[in-house]
């Protein structure tokens, strides 16, 4: 079992940045994909960006590269999601989410999820 406890959301103007973090604990998840997805209002569930804990290979959205940067600490057991530059259009509840299938960017192969975190950009 792998507990997923995120933090960091808030309110922030257009162009502002904001740091996610995402707590992991339990036993195993050395060997997960560690991801991060976001749903707004109305809309499904979408895949942000993923790291792999073994080697921190990341995997990105389209849309969001160049000003999002997923990050591990093994050390800590933490994830991270630093995101820059950010847009009205990224406004979304964030949830962290642990994978032990392998680093596909499908909710649906997400295994255990955080209780997800309000990430607010006003314009």
């Known amino acids: 079992q792998v507990q997923l406890v995120e933090s960091g959301g808030g309110l922030v103007q257009a162009g502002g940045s904001l740091r996610l973090s995402c707590a992991a604990s339990?036993?195993?998840?050395?060997?997960?994909?560690m991801g991060w997805f976001r749903q707004a209002p109305g809309k499904e569930r979408e895949f942000v960006a993923s790291?792999?804990?073994?080697?921190?290979?990341?995997i990105y959205k389209d849309s969001v590269k160049g000003r999002f940067t997923i990050s591990k600490d093994n050390a800590k057991n933490t994830v991270s999601l630093q995101m820059n530059s950010l847009k009205p259009e990224d406004t979304a509840v964030y949830y962290c989410?642990?994978?032990?299938?392998?680093?596909?960017?499908?909710?649906?192969?997400?295994?255990?999820w955080g209780q997800g975190t309000q990430v607010t950009v006003s314009s």
């Open positions: 790291i792999t804990w073994r080697d921190g290979s990341t």
């Open positions: 339990g036993r195993g998840f050395s060997g997960y994909t």
């Open positions: 989410a642990a994978s032990s299938i392998g680093a596909v960017p499908t909710a649906s192969m997400y295994n255990f």
